[in-house]
């Protein structure tokens, strides 16, 4: 078995989904992001919500293995592929409850970056006002400095 690097962080994930005219060209409707208790933050494509358990293994490989995972009470991610993957590698799974959603720290991200890209897109800012760096699955994200927009 593949042994994963354990990193000492808890980390917090959820779903987020885009709009039917937002669909990705490889027919990606939805992501799942990762976010630490430090304010650490990945993303991954998914074509629908079931491939919860792709992205968890993903993460797991690239990133390391969280001491703590912080998920909401869906189906998906509190299935029993999930429970026994998160047995083996030795993280622990946390099931929020059903009414308790914002005690997720994705919920904040979620919320922040869709305020952002609608901000972006309400401007109509045509130059790079978000420097979009994708190493691996790993969206690292800088501002940069406007220059020459027009509103």
Request: proline share 3%; net charge positive.
């Amino acid at each position: 078995m593949l042994r994963y690097r354990r990193i000492n962080s808890q980390f917090f994930t959820d779903t987020f989904f885009v709009t039917t005219k937002g669909r990705s060209s490889r027919g990606h409707t939805c992501m799942q992001i990762y976010v630490s208790d430090c304010g650490y933050v990945t993303l991954y494509p998914m074509r629908s919500k079931g491939e919860f358990i792709d992205t968890l293994r993903m993460f797991c490989k690239e990133i390391s293995v969280p001491y703590g995972l912080v998920v909401d009470p869906s189906g998906e991610q509190t299935s029993e592929e999930v429970k026994k993957f998160c047995h083996q590698v030795g993280s622990s799974l946390q099931i929020l409850e059903e009414s308790n959603q914002w005690a997720n720290r994705a919920e904040l991200y979620i919320g922040l970056m869709k305020k952002l890209i609608r901000n972006i897109f309400v401007r109509r800012i045509v130059q790079c006002a978000l420097g979009i760096i994708v190493l691996s699955g790993v969206l690292v994200y800088t501002l940069l400095p406007l220059m020459n927009f027009s509103t």
